[in-house]
């Protein structure tokens, strides 16, 4: 097996997963596929849907079908030559409490099959449950984990090494390092159902983050039981290549209507607000008239086409560069997944080291929200860290942000400051001009042509948060240049007070010689002359 990773964004990745069977697209979902009950076929999924890869239960399959599936391989028992992937039984020990398989027969069984991507048989941690239980599951999970190399025989098949913890981050940590150095080709991250059932998502963000700062980044993370569409945006962005999910068809079974930012009752639906082959085909009131076995099957085929083309907008978010407008948007979709994209800011140094620092697009940012996103937290971190203004520069003109873009370009700031350097002559040096603009907060009239400090639209008026914001960067940037002099040249919109009272404070704490002028209903010479006479102030 092999993963090449062909484009990225934050976290998310479009990558290229080879297996014995045949090459998947990443990130993919692998519908769960019972194979006892099967209302919808692989081959049905395959053909009409373009299911690339899906996931069955090796324990299922021997206990009800041990000798066929040896001799016919999982692919010709479910009638699907696309890539399979096997788990290992081990969501029956988190239902049921045990299983009576020994772990490496299951090993042997997969290989038997002929599966293409095989799990070992972990413990699973569970929900709710002690730190002392917790810990005892990971060390099992390790120990099943470092036997499978000594008893595998198949060199072709791709291995999956699984994450436990649950709920317990140091021990998801752990587990994560530990099972890391295992030459596993993919890993995953158990427990997560019960997070997302209770729309936990914060708690799922620190799971899926504990894992995956600790295991190797050149390996695909399997999310197990990733449910519903309306998360994977936020999945993707943390890292998540894999997704399995029963719940196309468990939901369908209880008549619910998968949508991209919900699940919708089938009764209480006058209109399908989809365009897939179901909808356009049938109304609410004709498939709920259809007999139940097929409407089941027409909601669970629905259900995927929903899926399925989520994760495909997805992957052109990524390939834009714009997979934090897409994950944002998502999140106004429910007030639990708002609230854990708020909760990405305890990451947030993380995901800058790992974006791309360049992109072929410009960014939309909305509110506050979109101050964790990793553009801004680079820019942030780099003027304070990687950033010093010109040597002879002792005075800061600060000017506030203008709709022209770059702001040094602009016809109001341009013919102000132009006329300013023609009267200082020789003494221009020592003037030193920036723009205190959101979301970035300081921007060098030098580096304003930088991506993407002029490739971005903002939305005004600017919310009370990113105002503060803004102002706490130009306190940082002020109190650590060393300026002599401080004038800032103050506009009603869209920053009030606010900018020229935290510039204020920063400028007295540190004996920084402060003015502040007003633009309003001034022509540009006059805003010229009175900076000038700040400058030669005292």
């Not at 400028?507 to 022509?523: E, V």
Request: aromatic share 8%.
């Amino acid at each position: 097996m092999s993963f090449e990773v062909r484009e990225k964004d934050i976290l998310g990745r479009i990558g290229r997963l080879e297996t014995k069977c045949g090459i998947v697209e990443t990130p993919v979902l692998l519908p769960v596929i019972n194979p006892r009950i099967q209302p919808l076929k692989p081959k049905d999924m395959q053909e009409k849907l373009g299911c690339k890869a899906l996931i069955t239960n090796a324990y299922i399959l021997k206990k009800h079908y041990a000798k066929e599936a040896v001799e016919k391989g999982v692919h010709k028992i479910l009638d699907y030559n696309g890539v399979v992937m096997t788990d290992s039984g081990a969501y029956q020990i988190l239902i049921y409490g045990d299983v009576q398989i020994d772990p490496e027969e299951i090993v042997h069984f997969q290989e038997q099959i002929d599966t293409d991507i095989a799990t070992i048989l972990d413990t699973p941690t569970g929900w709710k449950v002690s730190k002392e239980y917790a810990e005892k599951t990971v060390k099992k999970t390790l120990h099943q984990a470092k036997r499978l190399w000594k008893i595998k025989t198949r060199p072709d098949i791709a291995w999956v090494g699984p994450v436990q913890g649950g709920q317990h981050l140091t021990l998801v940590a752990k587990s994560a390092k530990e099972i890391g150095k295992l030459p596993f080709q993919i890993h995953a991250l158990g427990n997560p159902t019960a997070v997302m059932e209770q729309y936990l998502f914060d708690v799922l963000v620190d799971m899926i983050m504990a894992a995956k700062i600790n295991l190797p980044l050149e390996r695909p993370l399997h999310l197990f039981g990733a449910g519903h569409p309306f998360m994977f945006s936020l999945a993707v962005a943390l890292g998540c290549d894999m997704f399995d999910s029963a719940a196309y068809i468990l939901y369908a079974r209880e008549g619910r209507y998968m949508t991209e930012h919900g699940t919708a009752r089938l009764n209480e639906l006058e209109y399908f607000p989809c365009s897939c082959p179901i909808c356009t085909r049938n109304s609410p009131a004709d498939l709920l008239a259809k007999p139940r076995e097929e409407k089941q099957r027409l909601l669970a085929e629905h259900n995927l086409y929903v899926s399925f083309a989520e994760l495909r907008r997805i992957k052109q978010a990524i390939r834009e560069g714009r997979l934090w407008e897409h994950l944002e948007m998502h999140a106004h979709s429910h007030p639990a997944l708002l609230q854990a994209v708020k909760h990405l800011k305890k990451y947030e140094d993380y995901l800058e080291k790992h974006s791309p620092v360049t992109k072929n697009c410009g960014l939309f940012f909305y509110n506050s929200v979109s101050l964790n996103r990793p553009e801004v937290v680079r820019h942030r971190k780099r003027i304070l860290e990687r950033y010093t203004p010109p040597k002879d520069a002792n005075v800061l003109i600060l000017l506030p942000q203008t709709q022209t873009k770059p702001f040094s370009k602009s016809r109001e700031w341009r013919s102000i400051i132009a006329k300013v350097r023609r009267e200082l002559d020789g003494k221009s040096k020592q003037i030193h001009v920036c723009t205190y603009a959101a979301p970035f907060g300081i921007v060098p009239n030098e580096l304003d042509e930088v991506y993407p400090l002029s490739q971005h639209e903002v939305a005004v008026p600017l919310d009370k948060e990113t105002i503060q914001y803004v102002g706490q960067q130009v306190q940082a940037y002020v109190t650590k240049m060393g300026y002599k002099k401080v004038i800032l040249l103050e506009n009603n919109e869209p920053f009030g007070k606010t900018i020229t009272n935290l510039c204020r404070q920063a400028c007295r704490k540190n004996g920084i010689s402060f003015l502040n002028l007003h633009r309003k209903n001034k022509t540009d010479k006059t805003v010229a002359q009175e900076i000038l006479d700040a400058i030669k102030s005292g």
